[in-house]
Nanobody, 123 residues
Framework: QVQLVESGGGLVQAGGSLRLSCAAS????????LGWFRQAPGKEREFVAV????????RYSDSVKGRFTISRDNAKNTAYLHMNSLEPEDTAVYYC????????????????WGQGTQVTVSS
């Protein structure tokens, strides 16, 4: 089992940058695929990015490709989402999620979720 805690959210102007962190507990962090998702008010939770357990594979949604970068440091039990060129449309609560089996964009496949961190981008 793994527990996830997100941090790094905040208020930023359009065009700015933020780095989100997802700190995990447990000794087997390096055996979990890590995903980032987001949920805007009144909308369903949507996929943002995923990184494989070893960091060798990544995947991004079309809406963030080229602007966001997912990474992980297994020695620190932490995953990151580097967000550049932020747009007001990126405003949402951002969640990290983990699963030992699935490397997927599907929300329903992830076993463990953090509580989320708010990102607000002003125009």
């Amino acid at each position: 089992q793994v527990q996830l805690v997100e941090s790094g959210g905040g208020l930023v102007q359009a065009g700015g940058s933020l780095r989100l962190s997802c700190a995990a507990s447990g000794r087997t962090f390096n055996s979990y695929n890590l995903g980032w998702f987001r949920q805007a008010p009144g909308k369903e939770r949507e996929f943002v990015a995923v990184i494989s357990w070893g960091g060798g594979s990544t995947r991004y949604s079309d809406s963030v490709k080229g602007r966001f970068t997912i990474s992980r440091d297994n020695a620190k039990n932490t995953a990151y989402l580097h967000m550049n060129s932020l747009e007001p449309e990126d405003t949402a609560v951002y969640y990290c999620a983990a699963d030992p089996t699935w490397f997927t964009t599907a929300t329903s496949k992830y076993s463990y979720w953090g509580q989320g961190t708010q990102v607000t981008v002003s125009s």
